[in-house]
């Protein structure tokens, strides 16, 4: 099994930068992917980026290009989700992902607010 810990997230005005962190243990050498996905309220979970454990390819979902960055620590286990350029529109809870051939693991997810 794998555990995820999410953290990073808080209250900041439009325009301004967080980033969240990602601790992964357990058997993470089973990882593929490490993913982050959010969920606004009254909204679906949506997939934000991915990173694969291994071979770094990283994938954004349009509404983040270019803002958001993705991107690992291996000796740490971690994943992180570098977000510049707030707007009101990114308020969700930010789950982080791990994929071990067809199962999902998700973390506890991590608050982020962005006001206007």
């Known amino acids: 099994q794998v555990q995820l810990v999410e953290s990073g997230g808080g209250l900041v005005q439009a325009g301004g930068s967080l980033r969240l962190s990602c601790a992964a243990s357990?058997?993470?050498?089973?990882?593929?992917?490490l993913s982050w996905f959010r969920q606004a309220p009254g909204k679906d979970r949506e997939f934000v980026a991915r990173n694969t454990w291994s071979g770094g390819s990283t994938y954004y979902a349009d509404s983040v290009k270019g803002r958001f960055t993705i991107s690992r620590d291996n000796a740490k286990n971690t994943v992180y989700l570098q977000m510049n350029s707030l707007k009101p529109d990114d308020t969700a809870r930010y789950y982080c992902?791990?994929?071990?051939?067809?199962?999902?693991?998700w973390g506890q997810g991590t608050q982020v607010t962005v006001s206007s």
């Open positions: 357990g058997r993470t050498f089973t990882i593929y992917t």
């Open positions: 992902n791990a994929r071990v051939q067809a199962i999902d693991y």
